[in-house]
């Protein structure tokens, strides 16, 4: 959209490269609203190719200084960094708030689990260790090392504006990379500000910048030959399209993309556990979360009737607020696209032959008539050719898909084109047991219905949720944001053994 010129009342935002704020010069802006109100606070602007070329160029810059620093050197900042997020959580938790939507008290956790890589990586020194072979062959040893890759970029999504940006960065920076951050342009406001604590935290201007913008920016990311590798979560079909386009053009990616989580309800489960688990992951940050629980999978007539029945009263129980009440359970969404999208989907379910049994349609907030609330629905007896079952919804929406035994419900995610999280609750270890080896899925939790893994293990799905070999922190981002150089040495003293013609080996 093209905006010469920002309305008074509304912020400007900027790009941060160099260590410094700059404004557009594109002439594109994107708007950023107030979730709550549907008003506009702020125009992003959006990075044209020359823009975005400068902060890669500042970026390979400040990386060859960066990478000299020892790992322990790098990693001080992340720990100083932390200090300065940890003093100021409360501030950033509200402004993601405000740009999001979720509560404030949901904010400090994408916060935190941001912070949670962050503290992971700040123990890079260790895990920057290579090996060592004593004696590989006569008077040879072997060594190898991890070496930075340059100059790595972010793509991340409007969903978790503090704690993407951070899964990516943290481990990027503290492996000697430079990092640029394209971050979701409906809420750039956390990302920008963590790029500035960043700065104050010691990490050299250049080593981190920020760019905003939309198509050509990631565009030019994919295309610059500076940039070694590209980190990207978002939907699917970008997901798969930035993947297949870092590849052709030799860059090393990981892309990560929508999902359709399954929460399995075994007939031996407890019932008040499972509605909670279902209540909380279906509904909270309403349903805009990749690890949401949009698939309830009842096993038997009996569990699927009572299930029902309890999530239908705890449905209408739920507090839908502004995201900064405090007693809100969930707030607005995102903006009005994803409030029209998820309102399309309930009347699709409808059509499709599914049996709505709460209808979130028409939710208005009193005072906030176009503020971007969405009442939580529930869908029962839904089937797995219904689009509701097939597709990302990506809201407060619910769907129960009634099983008749286990082996129907662990077909159900196994066979479904996503992978990115399920759940299964069952109090019988066997059963439990079988299902976390059988299932097809990157994520599984086990009486725990969002079961992201904690910084130091590796977060990733399988299937359309994503895409490339690597997932997100712990062992796999010190991989990803890394590359092996193998160093055979000897020091032959003086001996002379001619030249040899044959492949050398050791025995
Ligand atoms: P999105 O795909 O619309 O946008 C993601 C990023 O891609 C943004 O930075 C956006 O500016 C950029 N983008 C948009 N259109 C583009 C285009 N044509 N070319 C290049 N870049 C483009 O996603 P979103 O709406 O911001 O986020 C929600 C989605 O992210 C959901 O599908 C959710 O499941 C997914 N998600 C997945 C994970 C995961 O780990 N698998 C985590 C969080 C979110």
Redesign the pocket.
């Known amino acids: 959209m093209i905006r010469p010129q920002a309305p008074a009342a509304v912020r400007e935002l900027t790009h941060f490269v160099d260590g410094k704020h700059s404004l557009g010069t594109s002439g594109s802006h994107s708007e950023v609203y107030d979730p709550n109100t549907g008003e506009v606070q702020a125009l992003v602007p959006l990075a044209d190719r020359g823009e975005t070329t400068a902060a890669i160029t500042s970026a390979a810059e400040a990386q060859r200084a960066w990478a000299e620093w020892n790992p322990q050197r790098r990693a001080r900042v992340l720990l100083r960094f932390l200090q300065l997020a940890e003093q100021e959580k409360d501030a950033l938790a509200r402004l993601l708030s405000a740009e999001h939507g979720k509560t404030v008290a949901d904010a400090h956790g994408d916060l935190q689990r941001g912070l949670d890589v962050v503290e992971f990586a700040a123990g890079i020194p260790h895990l920057l260790k290579g090996e060592f072979s004593d004696n590989a062959g006569t008077g040879i040893d072997v060594h190898s090392l991890r070496a930075p890759l340059g100059v790595i970029a972010g793509?991340?999504?409007?969903?978790?504006p503090a704690m993407?940006p951070l899964w990516q960065a943290a481990p990027a920076l503290a492996c000697g990379n430079a990092f640029v951050l394209?971050?979701?342009?409906?809420n750039p406001s956390v990302p920008l500000r963590l790029a500035e604590l960043f700065l104050e935290a010691g990490l050299p201007p250049g080593v981190l910048n920020v760019v905003n913008?939309?198509?050509d920016a990631?565009?030019t990311l994919l295309e610059d030959p500076r940039v070694a590798a590209l980190g990207?979560?978002?939907?699917?079909p970008?997901?798969a399209?930035?993947y297949a386009t870092a590849a052709a053009h030799g860059k090393r990616a990981q892309c990560?993309?929508?999902?359709k989580n399954h929460l399995i309800v075994m007939p031996d489960a407890d019932l008040d556990q499972a509605v909670d688990a279902l209540i909380g992951a279906g509904y909270g940050s309403a349903g805009?979360?990749?690890m949401a629980i949009s698939v309830a999978v009842p096993v038997g007539e009996a569990t699927a009737d009572a299930l029902v029945a309890r999530l239908t009263e705890r449905i209408a129980a739920l507090r839908i607020g502004r995201s900064d009440d405090p007693e809100a359970d969930f707030g607005p969404l995102v903006a009005p696209e994803a409030l029209r999208r998820v309102r399309e989907y309930v009347d699709l379910g409808v059509q499709e032959g599914a049996e709505l049994v709460v209808d979130g349609r028409d939710f208005v907030l009193p005072g906030h008539e176009k503020g971007f609330f969405a009442g939580a629905s529930l869908f029962d007896r839904v089937t797995p050719d219904m689009r509701i079952y097939q597709e990302?919804i990506?809201g407060p929406v619910l769907s129960v898909v009634r099983a008749a035994d286990y082996e129907e419900a662990l077909r159900l995610p196994s066979e479904h084109l996503y992978g990115?999280g399920v759940a299964i609750f069952t109090r019988d270890g066997d059963t439990a047991r079988d299902f976390t080896r059988r299932v097809n899925t990157g994520m599984v939790g086990v009486n725990v219905p969002i079961p992201v893994p904690v910084a130091h293990h590796t977060?990733g799905?399988w299937k359309r949720?994503?895409f490339g070999d690597l997932g997100?922190h712990g062992p796999d981002a010190i991989r990803f944001c890394t590359r092996t150089k193998t160093v055979t040495s000897r020091w032959p003293a003086g001996r002379r053994e001619g030249a040899s013609f044959t492949i050398p080996t050791m025995g």
């Open positions: 793509i991340t999504p409007f969903n978790f993407i394209k971050p979701s342009e409906r913008g939309a198509r990631v565009d990207f979560v978002g939907s699917t970008i997901a399209h930035v990560f993309g929508g999902a805009e979360r990749c990302e990506f990115n977060f799905g949720s994503g997100q």
